[in-house]
């Protein structure tokens, strides 16, 4: 602690300069949280699937139904303990595609079967349950809209018209919560029975099942035996685990992974030249100082250790403020929800920024450190002098 006064006079020196390499670092780490954040954001399916779900689709296509009978005959499988059916209804609010949200019939008791990370109350379940006409919205999306309980919400769908091609209307009965901060909010679920009886055509089939099995360990002997009841069938089926499923779409707009790794690479690697060069002026400036401090007693450990703390100190002013920015701006939710309904850093991106913070404060420091540590008293006064 009695050194901090000589560290803060060392970075006050070239205000500007000190200023300037600050910017530069916090606009790289807030980079690294922002792009952290938009990858946990197309991830967020991948990262909150549970390895004890399974998703049942048809062999050919995604967009071919399976009949809704084959519940009954998943049920007499080994191994599986839930199941409920999912079909995409592309509704679309206010004939405008700008709203466009998830929108889905499903049966309500299995919803709460199968995916318990949709928090409901025993009040919800129940006016949901007797509410024939009536839809349940995830908090996301009902802060979106400004949409409460008793609202009737209009949707148009271009993939299942109604006979009269008026809107579908639904009652809102419910609005559910995410049990983690990852779970997806922005969906819209109606009842199935409801959206059977109405639409004219293809009756009686669904867009895929979600299969809860009691055994994770089994999962992929449950998925082969779903393929093998349904082998040679009209509608053949694919079951696979739910994150396989759900990386299958993030994959299909390319390695997010890899895309946002060779974009921190080369901003960092930048940042360490900019940083490094800052620390190599700022040593060369202060060389009679260096020797002053060792000629009244400083060891070359101390001057190392002064060098890097002042290294790491810029370090740590840019990144931590950077990583808070991305932070902060990851509290007021996603800017583009019906793109990116899960938005935030989380907890592990932000001890990873610690640990780069420190890395870049020392890998710009060490050098300049050790070119300070060898300097000798005599020629640090002579070089000055000359």
């Known amino acids: 602690m009695k050194f901090l006064g000589l560290l803060w006079g060392n970075l006050m020196r070239r205000k500007l300069r000190t200023l300037l ?16 954040t938009i990858k946990e954001a197309f991830a967020a399916g991948v990262t909150v699937s549970d390895a004890d779900r399974l998703v049942v689709r048809h062999r050919v296509s995604l967009f071919m139904l399976l009949p809704i009978n084959y ?33 889905m ?64 209307e639904f009652d809102i009965v419910a609005i559910y919560k995410g049990k983690k901060p990852t779970t997806d909010t922005s969906s ?55 994150a396989a499923f759900q990386q299958g779409f993030v994959e299909q707009i390319g390695s997010i992974g890899t895309i946002l790794m060779s974009i921190l690479s080369a901003v960092f690697f930048t940042i360490i030249l900019v940083a490094g060069n800052t620390m190599a002026q700022a040593v060369r400036e202060r060389t009679q100082e260096i020797g ?30 950077g990583l808070l920015s991305a932070w902060i701006i990851g509290q007021f939710g996603s800017p583009v929800p ?4 899960v938005f935030y850093l989380p907890p592990s991106y932000l001890a990873v920024g610690a640990a780069l913070i420190l890395a870049l404060g020392v ?19 002579r070089r000055h002098g000359a």
């Open 21 to 36: 390499t600050v910017l530069s670092i916090f606009v790289a780490f807030f980079l690294f949280g922002l792009l952290g």
């Open 71 to 103: 519940a009954t005959r998943m049920r007499q499988i080994d191994g599986v303990e839930a199941i409920a059916s999912w079909t995409w209804f592309g509704g679309v609010y206010k004939d405008d595609m700008k709203n466009f949200f998830p929108n």
């Open 105 to 168: 019939p499903v049966d309500p008791d299995a919803l709460f079967d199968v995916h318990p990370e949709y928090v409901f109350t025993d009040a919800d379940k129940d006016a949901w349950r007797t509410t024939r006409t009536g839809a349940v919205v995830g908090e996301t999306l009902a802060d979106r809209f400004g949409w409460k309980i008793g609202d009737r919400v209009p949707l148009k769908s271009p993939i299942w018209p109604k006979p009269d091609d008026s809107a579908w």
């Open 188 to 242: 819209f679920f109606f009842r199935y029975d409801y959206f059977d009886e109405t639409r004219p055509n293809e009756k009686g089939k669904v867009g895929w099942y979600m299969v809860r099995v009691s055994d994770p360990d089994r999962a992929g002997d449950v998925a082969a035996a779903i393929d093998a009841e349904f082998a040679n069938s009209s509608a053949e089926t694919k079951a696979e685990p739910e």
């Open 292 to 321: 002053v401090l060792k000629a009244i007693g400083f060891t070359d450990a101390r001057v190392l250790a002064l060098v890097i703390a002042e290294s790491c100190s810029v370090a740590i002013l840019g990144g931590a403020a």
């Open 338 to 341: 019906e793109l990116l309904p």
């Open 363 to 381: 890998a710009a420091g060490i050098l300049p450190a050790i070119a300070a540590m060898r300097l000798h008293v005599a020629v640090a006064l």
